[in-house]
């Protein structure tokens, strides 16, 4: 039996891509690592931020390489000018190769992007669904959960069926979605959210955008509920403030607000 051709079309995660950095900005990495590497950042802002930093940062550590092989290269000049005059000629000295800075050069750009990519949960600007069940669409596609968490992107809307519910995290939130609930990623630097109709339960620090104002959660914890009847609020716990255009309103805590739009 002839064994199968290893699938080089399997996606990568972000904890996959790291490793592979370091070698693509070499310029060193294979074809089907490259190509999985590409369309990897083609649709991932952090990892994409990440590459853009490692590239910077080789930049700006061979920019210092140069500097430091014109001084050493201006110094031998100038050690051979006074040999001369002494009626020696060194300018046949081996030129000695400085190792040195490419074994420190290497692990540095190694280090610096495993750092910005391995964090605890997701990093700032980051909304990703944790889970779904009972009929989730992320826009008119079910999440993919093979390769772990589906990344959120601004500007995606999120629909929950009659049964359906989900659970998001972002950088410094949590969200629960409950049924026949339409919600929107508006952006997740800061984490804001546009609710449209349904049910919502944040915990930490998020902004809520709705035809009748916006409710700031600043370590706070409550519902969110928007249907026919209005908007309600169930502030819990924290600072939860909504602002309308008749100002800002401290929301109090274990009471259930509701704001409709008047006539």
């Not at 000629?89 to 050069?105: H, Y």
């Amino acid at each position: 039996m002839t064994p199968e051709a290893p699938d080089h079309t399997t996606a990568l995660t972000c904890e996959g891509a790291a490793p592979l950095l370091h070698t693509y900005v070499a310029k060193e990495l294979g074809r089907d690592d490259t190509l999985r590497l590409r369309s990897h950042l083609a649709r991932c802002p952090e990892c994409m931020a990440a590459y853009r930093d490692a590239v910077e940062t080789t930049a700006a550590l061979g920019k210092q390489a140069g500097a430091v092989r014109e001084q050493r290269m201006a110094e031998r000049q100038r050690v051979a000018r006074a040999a001369k005059a002494l009626g020696k000629d060194l300018s046949k000295t081996p030129r000695k190769r400085n190792f040195r800075l490419r074994i420190v050069l290497i692990p540095a750009v190694v280090i610096y992007v495993i750092l910005q990519l391995t964090n605890l949960g997701p990093p700032p600007g980051k909304v990703t669904m944790l889970s779904a069940e009972g009929g989730v669409t992320i826009g008119e596609r079910e999440p993919d959960f093979a390769l772990g968490p589906p990344l959120v992107l601004p500007g995606r809307w999120i629909f929950t069926k009659d049964f359906g519910k989900a659970v998001l995290e972002g950088g410094s939130c949590t969200v629960d979605v409950g049924r026949k609930t339409q919600l929107l990623v508006e952006s997740a630097r800061p984490v804001r959210f546009r609710l449209r109709a349904g049910q919502m339960r944040v915990v930490g620090t998020a902004n809520v955008v709705t035809v009748l104002g916006m409710v700031q959660f600043e370590e706070g914890r409550g519902v969110l509920t928007f249907d026919d009847h209005g908007l309600f609020v169930e502030a819990e716990a924290g600072s939860i403030t909504m602002l309308t255009p008749d100002g800002p309103q401290r929301l109090d805590l274990g009471r259930k607000h509701q704001f409709t739009m008047e006539l």
